[in-house]
């Protein structure tokens, strides 16, 4: 049987942990393979983390979004260690098991009695993030997306600076080129004037 029937992503739990709330986090399970693929969830703790699904099948080329939620808790661990693992477990679906019916029995797939050689495993760590550390670092992550907003406004700040100066250059050569040919219509008057007097005289 062929390894890695899922990839998992990301391969450790990290829970923001604040006291007396629930936190969830998700993983992503993708099928590469031709097969349906049916997978359930194991917990070291079932009473404090609710998983959803916690048993599925996966199609041919297809992924699936696991959630886990931890319940609230009272109290945060002194050295904010997480003990708590998880199992995902994996097989091929039998080519002659029927899709369309309740797929209950495709688990007994995964009971001990079943054939262990035919069931891939994958073990997920957990991480506990206090929820300070994630509001900083979230803080930050929002900090440098503004610094970049404020560094695409200035750039297109200099851009329209540009766009007026050269705009505005264009205006004060339109502008003196309309005073010569003020100056010289003047000039043309003023000659035409004289000839009328010298003509007069005449």
């Given at each position: 049987?062929?390894?890695?029937?899922?990839?998992?992503?990301?391969?450790?739990?990290?829970?923001?942990?604040?006291?007396?709330?629930?936190?969830?986090c998700?993983?992503q399970?993708?099928?590469n393979?031709?097969?349906?693929?049916?997978f359930?969830?194991k917990?070291?703790?079932?009473?404090?983390?609710?998983?959803?699904?916690?048993?599925?099948?996966?199609?041919?080329l297809?992924?699936?979004k696991?959630?886990?939620?931890?319940?609230?808790?009272?109290?945060?661990?002194?050295?904010?260690?997480c003990?708590?693992?998880?199992?995902i477990?994996?097989?091929?679906?039998?080519?002659e098991?029927?899709?369309?019916?309740?797929?209950?029995?495709t688990?007994?797939?995964?009971e001990?009695?079943?054939?262990?050689?035919?069931?891939?495993?994958?073990k997920?760590?957990?991480?506990l993030?206090?929820?300070?550390?994630?509001?900083?670092?979230?803080?930050?992550?929002?900090?440098?997306?503004?610094?970049?907003?404020?560094?695409?406004?200035?750039?297109?700040?200099?851009l329209?600076?540009?766009?007026?100066?050269?705009?505005?250059?264009?205006?004060?050569?339109?502008?003196?080129k309309?005073?010569e040919?003020?100056?010289r219509?003047?000039k043309?008057?003023?000659?035409?004037?004289?000839?009328?007097?010298?003509?007069?005289?005449?």
């Amino acid at each position: 049987m062929d390894k890695q029937l899922l990839e998992v992503h990301p391969q450790e739990l990290k829970f923001i942990l604040e006291v007396q709330k629930q936190s969830s986090c998700s993983i992503q399970l993708t099928n590469n393979k031709l097969h349906y693929v049916a997978f359930k969830v194991k917990t070291t703790d079932a009473r404090k983390y609710c998983v959803r699904p916690n048993k599925g099948i996966i199609n041919p080329l297809s992924n699936c979004k696991v959630t886990f939620t931890m319940q609230a808790q009272k109290m945060a661990p002194p050295d904010m260690k997480c003990k708590d693992k998880f199992l995902i477990q994996s097989t091929i679906v039998p080519i002659e098991a029927n899709l369309h019916e309740d797929m209950t029995s495709t688990y007994n797939l995964f009971e001990k009695n079943g054939s262990k050689n035919n069931i891939e495993e994958r073990k997920l760590s957990t991480i506990l993030v206090k929820a300070s550390a994630a509001s900083s670092t979230i803080e930050a992550l929002s900090v440098g997306v503004s610094n970049q907003s404020k560094d695409k406004q200035i750039e297109e700040l200099k851009l329209k600076i540009t766009q007026l100066d050269q705009k505005l250059h264009e205006a004060e050569i339109s502008i003196s080129k309309l005073e010569e040919e003020k100056a010289r219509i003047q000039k043309m008057k003023s000659q035409q004037k004289n000839c009328l007097v010298s003509c007069s005289i005449l």
